[in-house]
């Protein structure tokens, strides 16, 4: 992993702990999978990681964080 | 075979999937839930992809190919045991169009509400929603299930629309999505009359298993003329997925919205109730 993958990595499963310390996060996760990756942490993954690297997001945006790969995209793109 | 209900929202269709769940060979959904939101997961979920879809059509066909392929069909006619999977769900005036173009033997059913009982029902001014199809006011702090549900809602994208968008309350935004949704129903409707049909939802009231056999009829899901114990059956055994507006309505009637919003909802309530009038031959 890159050290930006490794970042959004962290931060989601920093997340997903509030819920589960023992859940398991990759490159390979996405929404659902892990099952603590559901609807209601979705958001605050979105605000977390958007607050993170300093993103301005809007709504619109929300698409782009199913999946660790598209967050490490999105971050890719916006930074 | 994957046949869709498509609809605002607030138009009985967990009850409607309920009911159909019940129909031999016939696999009920509710926003891809079978039976009900407590059903196995019978197709994949799609809440940010309605957005998407509603602003660009090639969004729309590539989540159709993603999320509402044959794979995935097959795949929910074989864990539910029933050549015919029904899902009833807003999101299918987005994608309906889409899966209709790649699907030959699909059918949409729309179903219409009148805009102001939808506006009234759509959404909470305060609290915490249970049942958020509509969009709340614009200040109101949401939760994060709120929020949520919201991302994927459709919005305007371009124009004058998209201009006063941020000046609107909730009323004239419902207004919009009510306006919106329906148009979407009445393009499929005109793309192909002879796959899309619409009813009016007030022709539930009162009368469910009537109702439930109407929407059979239009989507030809029972080969079987012997309709109506079958349905009878499904809608008493469907009582439970009645969704009664739990605490109310909290926006109040039209006659005290403001002359803006009335002018909106008239607008709006015209313009689709002409578009419904004039059906294809």
């Known amino acids: ?79 | 075979m994957l046949h869709l209900i498509a609809s605002t929202g607030r138009t009985a269709t967990s009850f409607i999937a309920a009911c159909l769940d019940q129909v031999p060979g016939v696999a009920g959904c509710h926003e891809g839930h079978q039976r009900n939101d407590d059903g196995p997961d019978l197709l994949p979920m799609i809440n940010l992809e309605n957005f998407q879809a509603f602003r660009d059509p090639e969004a729309a066909v590539r989540i159709v190919g993603e999320k509402r392929n044959q794979d995935v069909i097959d795949q929910a006619k074989s864990a539910s045991g029933c050549d015919v999977v029904v899902d009833a769900a807003y999101y299918n005036a987005t994608i309906g169009a889409a899966l209709l173009a790649t699907n030959s033997d699909t059918r949409v059913l729309g179903i219409v509400r009148d805009c102001e009982s939808f506006v009234r029902s759509a959404t909470w001014l305060s609290g915490e929603d249970p049942m958020p199809v509509g969009w709340p006011a614009p200040t109101k702090p949401l939760t994060a299930r709120e929020r949520f549900i919201g991302m994927g809602r459709i919005r305007p994208t371009a124009g004058p629309e998209l201009d006063l968008w941020s000046e609107w309350e909730a009323i004239q935004r419902n207004v919009w999505l009510w306006r919106e949704t329906n148009s979407r129903l009445c393009d499929m409707r005109d793309e192909h009359p002879d796959r899309v049909s619409i009813l009016n939802f007030d022709a539930l009231r009162g009368r469910a298993a009537e109702f439930v056999k109407d929407v059979v009829v239009e989507l030809e899901v029972l080969s079987t003329p012997d309709y109506d114990d079958i349905l009878t059956g499904a809608v008493d055994g469907a009582q439970d997925r009645v969704n009664v507006r739990s605490g109310g309505y909290q926006i109040p009637a039209s006659t005290d919205w403001s002359n803006n919003e009335r002018d909106m909802l008239e607008h709006a309530s015209a313009e689709i109730e002409t578009r419904l009038k004039n059906e294809p031959s």
């Open chain 1, 1 to 79: 992993m890159n050290p930006v993958e490794e970042q959004i990595v962290g931060l989601i499963a920093d997340v997903l702990r509030e819920r589960n310390p023992d859940v398991s996060v990759s490159e390979a996760s996405a929404m659902g999978d892990p099952t603590e990756w559901d609807s209601l942490a979705f958001v605050k993954i979105f605000l977390t990681v958007s607050d993170h690297f300093g993103l301005e997001v809007s709504d619109d945006d929300a698409i782009s964080f199913m999946s660790v790969s598209e967050i490490v995209d999105f971050v890719g793109e916006r930074t």
